[in-house]
């Protein structure tokens, strides 16, 4: 069975930084293309950021941009979102996904992954 494990939430003042990790059993991430999405108290889930499984292609929705870095751990298996400079705003449960690409239009992020998993909870507060 195909599962994504997320891991590294916490709870952090405004303009902390925290590093999120997905880790995989049923599959190996190298050879998917990785996003993370996340969903805040009374709204939908949106994508944050995926990573190409070609050639390493990034993307980020724009209020994230300058702030969170996505990468692959080949060696481990797992992917990161580092995020600095952490806001309120970025409070919420984030998830990852697999998928064979990334298909970002504009700030839409898509993805076809079903089997969504606890998610890490990341909070940003004073």
């Known amino acids: 069975q195909v599962q994504l494990v997320e891991s590294g939430g916490g709870s952090v003042q405004p303009g902390g930084s925290l590093r999120l990790s997905c880790a995989a059993s049923g599959l190996t991430l190298d050879y998917y293309a990785i996003s993370w999405f996340r969903q805040a108290p009374g709204k939908e889930r949106e994508g944050v950021s995926c990573v190409s499984r070609e050639d390493g292609t990034t993307y980020y929705a724009d209020s994230v941009k300058g702030r969170f870095t996505i990468s692959r751990d080949n060696a481990e298996h797992t992917v990161h979102l580092q995020m600095n400079n952490l806001k309120p705003e970025d409070t919420a449960v984030y998830y990852c996904?697999?998928?064979?690409?990334?298909?970002?239009?504009?700030?839409?992020?898509?993805?076809?992954?079903?089997?969504w998993g606890q998610g890490t909870r990341v909070t940003v507060s004073s």
């Open positions: 996904a697999a998928d064979l690409r990334c298909t970002v239009v504009g700030d839409y992020f898509h993805t076809g992954y079903v089997n």
